[in-house]
């Protein structure tokens, strides 16, 4: 079956450190990867795509990979501040391209503590 | 500029209500996707809407939801009759035209509570 799995349990992270989320998948062949943060009562925000032949994309203290041979991408935040504490999504082109949906996992919780 | 609106933004009401929540996407947006988000079950995706056609509606949950959407700045989802179990929070999203892998855009939620 096809599974999108993300760390259910939260990450505490002192200030000031790299945070690492993963995103690992099962049966699926995506043509992209996007990632969103989501505040308490909000909905979720935007923040990265990166697609299937890009092994790594960045902006500002944000850097994403995405490995298709692991099925796997990595989130990191580095220089972690108290903002960024929220649940980090990552979502997944479930259709291999050419078709605009995307199937979300069920988040990270990120804490920084200062 | 405006983001997605939805409303209303908390709905408490009892079973066998009808429930219609409402969206107004981001103007020059031609998709438009409706969410439910549980801690059970996360974000899955409802229906989604292309150029006001309905395109991929294999997670309406069963025949008592239905989604519209008239015109390319209106788009409800209706729950008729409402159980317990609709309880959840609802967002409506929209996203550009281009690349099939551009970003969704989500408004706020609709906290649905049904008694």
């Known amino acids: 079956s096809q599974k999108i799995e993300q760390n259910s349990e939260a990450l505490n992270i002192q200030e000031g450190k790299t945070a690492t989320l993963t995103c690992n998948y099962t049966n699926y062949s995506p043509a992209y990867l996007q990632w969103y943060r989501q505040d308490p009562g909000r909905g979720p925000v935007f923040l990265l795509l990166i697609r299937e032949n890009e092994k790594e994309k960045r902006k500002e203290r944000l850097k994403v990979t995405f490995d298709t041979t692991l099925k796997q991408s990595l989130f990191h935040i580095t220089a972690s501040q108290p903002a960024d504490s929220a649940t980090y999504l990552c979502?997944?082109?479930?259709?291999?391209?050419?078709?605009?949906?995307?199937?979300f996992g069920t988040g990270t919780k990120l804490q920084v503590i200062p | 500029d405006a983001g997605v609106i939805q409303s209303p933004r908390h709905e408490v009401t009892e079973m066998g209500q009808e429930v219609t929540l409402r969206c107004k996407p981001i103007s020059g947006h031609n998709s438009l996707f409706w969410y439910r988000q549980t801690m059970m079950r996360g974000l899955e995706l409802l229906i989604y809407?292309?150029?006001?056609?309905?395109?991929?509606d294999s997670g309406m949950p069963e025949d008592r939801f239905s989604a519209k959407m008239p015109n390319a700045s209106f788009s409800t989802l209706k729950i008729q009759p409402s159980e317990p179990r609709d309880s959840a929070v609802y967002f409506c999203a929209s996203s550009p035209p281009g690349a099939w892998d551009q970003p969704q855009h989500f408004g706020d939620g609709t906290r649905l509570s049904i008694l």
């Open positions: 809407f292309n150029n006001n056609v309905p395109i991929d």
């Open positions: 979502a997944l082109d479930p259709n291999s391209g050419g078709y605009q949906k995307v199937t």
